[in-house]
Every structure is written in C-alpha cells, then in structure tokens.
T-cell receptor
Framework: ELKVEQNPLFLSMQEGKNYTIYCNYS?????LYWYRQDPGKSLESLFV?????AVKQEGRLMASLDTKARLSTLHITAAVHDLSATYFC?????????????FGQGTILTVHP | KAGVTQTPRYLIKTRGQQVTLSCSPI?????VSWYQQTPGQGLQFLFE???????NKGNFPGRFSGRQFSNSRSEMNVSTLELGDSALYLC??????????????FGAGTRLSVL
C-alpha cells in the first residue's frame, strides 16, 4: 500500500525566512504533485514532478524530486504572509492508478510578520 | 474555461438518510475522481471514473457509490448516513491518466454535515 508522509505537519515561520517541507513516499511512483489549500477553499495545483532530479520553481516556491530516495522537497524562500496555507504532496502508483492520488497529511504553514 | 463545478456546496442531513453529490468536470476531461477530506483522516481517495466506468476504488464501505454519465458528469451517493460521514467531499477532473503531466483539478467541494 502506497503511503505518503510529510514533515513537519505544522510550520510557523517569520517573514523573510527560508524553510523546507519534506515528503516521503513508500513505493515507486512516477509522478509527484504539490497542492496548496487555503482555509475553506479547494486544492490548487502547484507543481507536478515526473522524473528523478526534477526541479520546478514558481515565485518563492521550489519543488524537487529524488525518486531513488522517494523524497520530494518544497523549499520556501523569503516567506511572505500570502504563502500561509496548507501544502499537500500526493503521488500516484502508476499503471491504471493515475486517477488515484495518495496524499500526505498536509503541512500547515503560517507566516508571521 | 469553466473549472470543476460541484453542487450543492453545503448539505445538512440526519443519520440514516442518503445523499447525492454532483460534479461537472472541466470540458474535455474524461476522468473524475472523488475524495473525502476530514480533520482526522485527511484526504482519502474514494473512487475514480473514466468513460463511465469505475477504474479505481478506495477503501470505503459499499454505502459510498458513484457513477459517471456519458457527458463525463459524475455523481456520488452515500446511503444510510453516519455521523462520521461529515466531511468535505472533493471532486477532481483530469484529461486522462496516462498523459505525462496529467493534473487533477479540484472543485470547491461539498461540505456535508450529518446530524
């Protein structure tokens, strides 16, 4: 059974600081996704990572994938208040399971002035 | 381009009742997946439909069922509601699973409260 673990689960940051969220998954997966969820809102797609060594950047967020370690990271640079949200990573098992996402527990990020 | 539309947005039901939730995918998307989100269990996969066929199923009891119509719209039904079914139910659509960057786009969700 595919399992996904994120850490930390709670992250309180000061504006301007850097931090990293980690996402480990238990079995081989060929796609890893990062989503953002604002309170009371739905999930917004941030990144999809397809191959070992893949790196994607958007603004102050950068995601990377190490398939050998079964690890993805979401790095936050110079955090700002607008980044406060819950961040989820998710993977698919491939094959005919592309429509099934297995999510991590989510990391609640709060950025303080 | 319209996004994923879920109706209704909010529902209040009592134990033992049944409920039907609706999801209209993004135009051209053929895959629809359903998820349950609760504070305790997080985001859990319910099932996926593709071309009117259930392609994947999560670990939920048979009270949870779904279907997909020829226009790709999907419904999920929960019968004999229990208090623990209170959750945000999210629907997501995607083009089809095998595309390299297949991304699931989520609707705003239906918040179900069971009293």
């Amino acid at each position: 059974e595919l399992k996904v673990e994120q850490n930390p689960l709670f992250l309180s940051m000061q504006e301007g600081k850097n931090y990293t969220i980690y996402c480990n998954y238990s079995t081989t997966s060929d796609r890893l996704y990062w989503y953002r969820q604002d309170p009371g809102k739905s999930l917004e797609s941030l990144f999809v990572l397809l191959s070992n060594g893949a790196v994607k950047q958007e603004g102050r967020l950068m995601a990377s994938l190490d398939t050998k370690a079964r690890l993805s990271t979401l790095h936050i640079t110079a955090a700002v208040h607008d980044l406060s949200a819950t961040y989820f990573c998710a993977v698919t098992a491939g094959g005919t399971s592309y429509g099934k996402l297995t999510f991590g527990q989510g990391t609640i990020l709060t950025v303080h002035p | 381009k319209a996004g994923v539309t879920q109706t209704p947005r909010y529902l209040i039901k009592t134990r033992g009742q049944q409920v039907t939730l609706s999801c209209s995918p993004i135009s051209g998307h053929r895959s629809v997946s359903w998820y349950q989100q609760t504070p305790g269990q997080g985001l859990q996969f319910l099932f996926e439909y593709f071309s009117e066929t259930q392609r994947n199923k999560g670990n939920f009891p048979g009270r949870f069922s779904g279907r997909q119509f020829s226009n790709s719209r999907s419904e999920m039904n929960v019968s004999t509601l229990e208090l623990g079914d209170s959750a945000l139910y999210l629907c997501a659509s995607s083009l089809q699973g095998r595309l390299p960057k297949n991304i699931q786009y989520f609707g705003a969700g239906t918040r179900l409260s069971v009293l």
